[in-house]
């Protein structure tokens, strides 16, 4: 049974850093793509970042390029998201997810498995 875990969300003021990470568990994750989406209260679910588990490279939405960072540990099938000068507009709850599959990346309805969520709240 596939289970992401996600961790360290919680209260940051504005300009701080926070880092999430996602606990991989109950398949080889060879060929998947990792992810982290957000969602505001009442918005839609969107794509924050994505990387390869096997291979290098990583993609980024725009309003967060250059802030956040994705990587992995391999060795401990654990998936960061490194969040620096962060803003109100970036509170949402983040999800960690995995994906099979190269294309459509931004779509969250592509990807197969979902973590339960951790909450960031960024204060002005």
Known sequence: QVQLVESGGGLVQAGGSLRLSCAASGRSFNNYRMGWFRQAPGKEREFVATCSWSGGGSLYAASV???????????????????????????GVYFCTAYPGAGLIAQPKVWNYWGQGTQVTVST
């Open 65 to 91: 390029k250059g802030r956040f960072t994705i990587s992995k540990d391999k060795s401990e099938n654990t998936v960061y998201l490194q969040m620096n000068n962060l803003k109100p507009e970036d509170t």
